[in-house]
């Protein structure tokens, strides 16, 4: 099970934290990913990291912005967001697959969070 918080309302240029956390499983082994969700559109790729070596994946919108943490010690992942936009309010959604790749496929990975808003407003 992946547990997801931090999301809220922020202004533009503010920035936020996600957290996911993987209850029952270690991440090890898999990969761990964002995604993104706004109203009327698909789910859309953020961002990914291989947990066994680190390797990170960004999409071009916001690569620079944000940061995908990997903690071991706390086996939960963060989506560091900053300078964020409007364009970036959307329910953000974390996932995990078994595996290397870093898919930016939303039906590849196995496994999702319940999802956390985030709204970027002034």
């Known amino acids: 099970q992946l547990v997801e918080s931090g999301g809220g309302l922020v202004q533009p240029g503010g920035s936020l934290r996600l957290s996911c956390a993987a209850s029952g499983r270690t991440f090890s082994g898999y990969v761990a990913g964002w995604f993104r969700q706004a109203p009327g559109k698909e789910r859309e790729f953020v961002a990914a990291?291989?947990?066994?070596?680190?390797?990170?994946s960004y999409a071009d919108s916001v690569r620079g912005r944000f940061t995908i943490d990997p903690d071991n010690a706390k086996n939960t992942v963060y989506l560091q967001m900053n300078s964020l936009k409007p364009e970036d309010t959307a329910v953000y959604y974390c996932a995990a697959k078994p595996g290397v790749i870093l898919s930016t496929k939303p039906n590849s990975w196995n496994y999702w969070g319940q999802g956390t808003q985030v709204t970027v407003s002034s």
């Open positions: 990291v291989r947990w066994s070596g680190g390797v990170t």
